[in-house]
């Protein structure tokens, strides 16, 4: 298997912009997480999604951050629209039923100008 | 509130010598303790972890131990090598959501030659 996988690796936007990051977790992981880490705040969850359906969004800043699960393949992370703070390492991780180990992607590396 | 508090936040230690990270955690319904490690601009990986059924476990140079009465479990690197440096991460598992890791705020580890 692959492993995790997140596009784009770098972002660099402007202020104003939306962003959309993606991830692909990994083949027969029921769990999938969105993190943000930022040197101040060290890694924060940000929401996660168990068989595509949102758990738990308590750590989503505020309503410019949305995320969805179309399909257990695909999710997104969606900032709109984007700001300074923003600016961040996203990862996102996936894990199976019942095992609790989380294995990350290799992160997007976000600048908002 | 649930926490896990982190020590030290950076250790600098010879080649060769041990490392030890100590963590504490909040909940006393947390059952599963796993360490990550982080090379700069890299994704955090999984290095070892424990279950609350355990009170220690080895692999190789690394061991992890839990004190459950106290509510603290450790890091322990042996025999230190330079590609040792890197910020390592403990978690403990949410009693209230259970598929939710609580992350503790790094230790930079640095092994010097």
């Known amino acids: 298997d692959a492993g995790v996988i997140q596009s784009p690796r770098h972002e660099v936007t402007e202020m104003g912009q939306e962003v959309t990051l993606r991830c692909k977790p990994i083949s027969g992981h029921d769990y999938l997480f969105w993190y943000r880490q930022t040197m101040m705040r060290g890694l924060e969850l940000l929401i996660y999604?168990?068989?595509?359906?949102?758990?738990?969004d308590s750590g989503m800043p505020e309503d410019r951050f949305s995320a969805k699960m179309p399909n257990a393949s695909f999710s997104t992370l969606k900032i709109q629209p984007s700001e300074p703070r923003d600016s961040a390492v996203y990862f996102c991780?996936?894990?199976?039923?019942?095992?609790?180990?989380?294995?990350f992607g290799p992160g997007t590396r976000l600048t908002v100008t | 509130g649930e926490n896990v508090e982190q020590h030290p936040s950076t250790l600098s230690v010879q080649e060769g010598d041990s490392a030890v990270i100590k963590c504490t955690y909040s909940?006393?319904?947390?059952?599963?303790f796993p360490w990550y490690k982080q090379e700069l601009g890299k994704r955090p990986q999984l290095i070892i972890d424990i279950r609350s059924n355990v009170g220690e476990k080895k692999d190789q140079r690394i061991a992890v131990t839990l004190n459950k009465t106290a509510k603290h479990f450790s890091l322990h690197i042996t025999e230190t090598q330079p590609e040792d440096s890197a910020v390592y991460f403990c978690a403990a598992t949410s009693s209230y959501n259970t598929d939710k890791l609580i992350f503790g705020t790094g230790t930079r580890l640095q092994v010097f030659p």
């Open positions: 999604f168990n068989n595509n359906v949102p758990i738990d």
């Open positions: 909940d006393s319904a947390s059952n599963y």
């Open positions: 991780a996936s894990s199976q039923a019942g095992s609790y180990e989380q294995y």
